[in-house]
């Protein structure tokens, strides 16, 4: 059982640059969720979702997109990336809302120069 | 929106030692867990407890939900605890609830 999947681990963009972070999970989780942690701080939310073809904005969407097609996959897409995009992403899983925990992939350090 | 706060924000121990972690957040809430980001970066769940007690090995957890806060506890603390300890909530709102992190307190074990 591999939990969540993020590919890649680390990236290097150049700005202007387009990419798609993917995840993956096996846990045949309904919601799925995008984190950004800046260095020395908590995480904070980009992007969720609570199920296949439904997606919604969270606390920092701007300069994101993302879809999910399937219950699967929830890939996180940048474009025309900016050096305040330098982050480390994490994407998460759960079962559902409320009274059941998160679970994170391994996380995708992007550095944009 | 929920505040989250953690104490301390930096904690240094010698091997063996044990630790409180506290965490108080300013709302009630349906979700709490901790986790610890080791020094490569991972996230790892430690304990889903949005009230009670847990344990796992040397760590534990409490969390008064009356009160509104939780401590995580450390006992013979290995050099394999160092990182960061992230305490998370989250206020039920149905679909559109979030997971709120606290800004983390930082643990280093030195030999």
């Known amino acids: 059982n591999a939990g969540v999947t993020q590919t890649p681990k680390f990236r290097i963009l150049k700005i202007g640059q387009s990419m798609t972070l993917q995840c993956a999970q096996d846990?045949?989780?309904?919601?799925m969720y995008w984190y950004r942690q800046d260095p020395g701080m908590g995480l904070k939310l980009i992007y969720y979702s609570v199920g296949a073809g439904i997606t919604d904005k969270g606390e920092v969407p701007n300069g994101y997109n993302v879809s999910r097609s399937t219950t699967e996959d929830f890939p996180l897409r940048l474009e025309l990336a900016a050096p305040s995009q330098t982050s480390v992403y994490f994407c998460?899983?759960?079962?559902?809302?409320?009274?059941?925990?998160?679970?994170f992939g391994s996380g995708t350090r992007l550095t944009v120069v | 929106g929920i505040q989250v706060e953690q104490s301390p924000p930096d904690l240094i121990l010698q091997e063996g030692a044990n630790s409180t972690l506290r965490c108080n957040f300013s709302d009630s809430v349906n979700n709490l867990q901790w986790f610890h980001q080791n020094p490569w970066g991972q996230l790892i769940n430690l304990f889903y407890?949005?009230?009670g007690t847990k344990q796992n090995g040397r760590l534990s957890a409490t969390t008064v939900a009356t009160e509104r806060y939780s401590l995580l506890y450390i006992s013979s603390s290995q050099t394999t605890d160092s990182g960061v300890y992230f305490c998370a909530v989250e206020r039920n709102t149905g679909t559109a609830s979030k997971l709120t992190f606290g800004t983390g307190t930082r643990l280093q074990v030195t030999l």
């Open positions: 846990m045949n989780h309904n919601y």
């Open positions: 998460a899983s759960r079962l559902g809302a409320g009274g059941y925990g998160y679970t």
């Open positions: 407890i949005p009230s």
